[in-house]
């Protein structure tokens, strides 16, 4: 990517390939496309890593923990990969409209500099 994104989405994973594919998709899908797409994969039992190279989209960055540390701690490896100026969370059963980063992109930027 020749330049860096202006959204980091951060989706934490454990199990549940059926959804997290349909939550990628989602993200995939939107209008505003200058995004990386960060998934932390909380140290599955199921193989999440084939769902997440399936879309071949160079937004992608797959993470795995060595052990499961929970949700939160998915976040925060998510937020600490982020090269994005704002953040944007998904849980992986969850699905984004097509037009949600577009809203908050375009919220964020009409707020005064020091909001």
Do not use: C, W
Not at 21 to 30: E, G, N, Y
Not at 98 to 113: E, H, I, N, T, Y
């Amino acid at each position: 990517m020749a330049q860096d994104p202006l959204v980091s989405v951060i989706i934490p994973a454990y199990n549940g390939a059926d959804a997290l594919r349909r939550a990628v998709a989602s993200v995939l899908a939107q209008t505003y496309g200058n995004f990386e797409l960060i998934i932390i994969d909380d140290h599955s039992a199921e193989p999440l890593e084939p769902v997440v190279r399936s879309f071949g989209d160079e937004r992608i960055i797959y993470l795995r923990h060595a052990q499961n540390k929970g949700a939160a701690a998915a976040r925060n490896t998510g937020m600490r990969q982020a090269r994005g100026s704002f953040l944007a969370f998904l849980d992986s059963d969850d699905e984004s409209l097509p037009g949600r980063l577009a809203a908050q992109v375009k919220a964020f930027q009409s707020l005064p500099a020091d909001v």
